[in-house]
């Protein structure tokens, strides 16, 4: 079901139709919801779900279905609901009895809905049999274990219901990078093409890539007299659940996945990850998940500055005041001002007196500094870097040659090796690296032995007819070898030393989990020094919104690789670009360049679709001040090979 969180759209200005059939049918499974919540009679509420599903997977147009009435002739519209989604579709009016269904229903009963699992029945016999009304009312409840003994509940319901309150709440307070940037952009590019909108970008954190966002920042540049104008039509966009404030400069709202003009999946999820972010129920979770918004208009010559100013970091911002301060100037989101011009004057009457800046880059020109990008600004040197002249000449996405973690339908991969080379060809990539589970990960269909040596005959051959057709293109053949007991790897030697390199990474999360920093540092060390390891997988085990990492001293850990690369022996960390993992962490990929440690950024890739995940590495990368040349990915193959069989 598509999502959107328990509220009825708002009509779009220009209409009839004034609703989209994914609202319409997301609103009708609202309805069918709340009137359960409510007890109303089961066939009731079983026409509205049947609605909102034959509108979900109509191919007709819904609007054209409405004008010509041939919408009462569908299959589980009656009079009634007929009517209702006239009324709704060429007036712009939901029925007065949905409005009350909303209006009328307990906020807190609302709000657990949005537990994953968790339905409307049970939520009403807990209602009545307990007066459990909120969250927080249910969570207390099944802390003092008054869930369980309830029939049809039980213990494992009960700490189910825990855990869910748990997800919900890391769900709601901050949301992936991936996801963030779904909305972010789709929002985005809805204020860009409204009439009197010069210039919109997305700011805060989102454009500063960070791995998680907490709410998004756009700003809009439009001139004074289009503010009303372009405040009204913003307030008016698809997607918007609610405004928590409007003024004429400053909107604060709350998204929800009708922003999308198609309907929100999440797509393939390797298993051990989607177990960390709530199994089965996640896709639902997020359907149904919203995001905050900030949207600020301001005037364009203003807007350099306040595009500067929301994109932060604080900690950036707070430096760069410092030292707009050192050279008598007022440094805010509104100008760059001279504190003698400025006076007693405040806000956009000091603005008056501001540099000009036609661009971001001025601003920093005017502070005697390089223009540094968004991903830098977190107050780790840049401010000192942009004034040396020693900023990084960061990795772009078309700096990737290749990758060297993936994988095929040998293990738990979608799609075949042919399909995988095929892909990484057409991406424009000169090489790929395939390294399917080890034997041990048997939840991975880890292949064995046998059938890894047999992929390894197939790889040559694939590369000798490459060869022989002038075409410039390789596979490598490794592993991604689970580290077992003792920091072993998962293949005996004879097996590995016919490989090109082995990705050596921790699956058995619980047992690393309970251990101490010190045993797991020792561990990873004796996997990495294992001449075949050519790469510390996911060096942390992290999941975004999911779980921690296990403990580990990562500084301790880079510095003997460090060593290995120094005396000629690869040995890289990975910088796993999966959007739930994006570990390594962006902080230690600083700490790993200068250390000479060579990051490869790798998509774990489990389909052709899992390939292009290397963007998300190439964010953090970036965050991280990583270079082309502090990466295996920016290598030809050529480069590579001679670096893996030195
Ligand atoms: P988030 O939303 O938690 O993922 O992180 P940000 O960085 O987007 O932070 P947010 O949304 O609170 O504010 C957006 C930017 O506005 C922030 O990066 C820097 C700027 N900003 C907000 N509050 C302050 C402040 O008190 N002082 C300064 N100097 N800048 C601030
Ligand atoms: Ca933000
Ligand atoms: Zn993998």
Known sequence: MAGGSFILPKPRPTGPPFFSRNQVANALHQVAVLLELKGANVFRVRSYQNASRMLGSLTEDLGELVASGEIFNMKGIGKGLGSALTQAISEGRWPDDWIDLHTNTPPGLIEMLGIPGLGPKRIKLMADELGVDSVARLKEAALNNEIAPMKGFGAKSQQRMLDGIELLSRFRARRRLDIGLRYGEAFQQRIAALDGVHRATLAGSARRRKDTIG????????????????????????????????????????????????????????????????????????????????????????????????????????????????????????????????????????????????????????????????????????????????????????????????????????????????????????????????????????????????????????????????????????????????????????????????????????????????????????????????????????????????????FAVLEHMAEHNDEGRLKAIELNASPYRLDLDWRLCKHAKGLGVPVAINPDAHSIRGLSDVAYGVMTARKGWIEPHDTLNALSWAELHEQMHR
Do not use: C
Not at 327 to 351: C, S, V, Y
Not at 422 to 433: E, F, H, Q, V, Y
């Open 215 to 554: 709410d998004l920042d756009v700003v809009v540049a439009v001139d004074k007299d289009d503010h009303e104008t372009v405040a009204n039509a913003i307030l008016n966009l698809p997607g918007i659940a609610d405004v928590k404030g409007a003024g004429d400069s400053k909107i604060s709202l709350i998204l929800d996945t009708s922003i999308f003009d198609d309907s929100f999946t999440v797509g393939h999820i390797d298993s051990n990850v989607l177990d960390a972010i709530g199994g089965d129920d996640y896709e639902q979770l997020e359907a149904s998940g919203t995001i905050d918004a900030q949207v600020r208009l301001v005037p364009k010559h203003v807007e350099p500055f306040t595009l500067a100013y929301f994109t932060g970091s604080k900690e950036h911002n707070i430096a760069m005041r410092q030292r707009a301060i050192d050279r008598g100037l007022r440094l805010n989101e509104f100008g760059l001002i001279p504190e003698d011009k400025a006076g007693e004057l405040k806000g956009m009457d000091a603005a008056a007196y501001s540099l000009p800046a036609a661009d971001e880059a001025a601003i920093y020109a005017h502070l005697d500094l390089a223009y540094v990008p968004p991903e830098l600004r977190e107050d780790m040197g840049e401010v000192e870097a942009a004034q040396n002249g020693a900023l990084p000449d960061l990795i772009k996405n078309n700096h990737i040659r290749g990758a060297l973690h993936n994988h095929t339908t040998l293990s738990d991969g979608e799609a075949s090796l042919e399909l995988m080379a095929d892909t990484a060809r057409k991406m424009g990539w000169n090489w790929l690296g395939i390294a399917d589970h080890s034997p041990s990960l048997k939840i991975a269909n880890g292949a064995s032995a046998e059938d890894l040596l047999k992929q390894g005959q197939t790889i040559k051959q694939y590369n000798a007819e490459w060869a022989n057709d002038g075409v410039d293109f390789r596979l490598f053949h490794g592993v991604e070898s689970d580290i077992l007991a003792g920091g072993k790897l998962d293949h005996p030697d004879d097996v590995l030393s016919q490989l090109d390199y082995v990705v050596a990474s921790v699956h058995a999360m619980t047992k690393w989990r309970g251990r101490d920093e010190l045993e797991n540092t020792e561990e990873l060390i004796r996997a990495i020094d294992h001449p075949a390891t050519k790469v510390l997988g996911h060096p942390t085990g992290r999941i975004l919104q999911g779980r921690e990492g296990y403990e580990v001293d990562l």
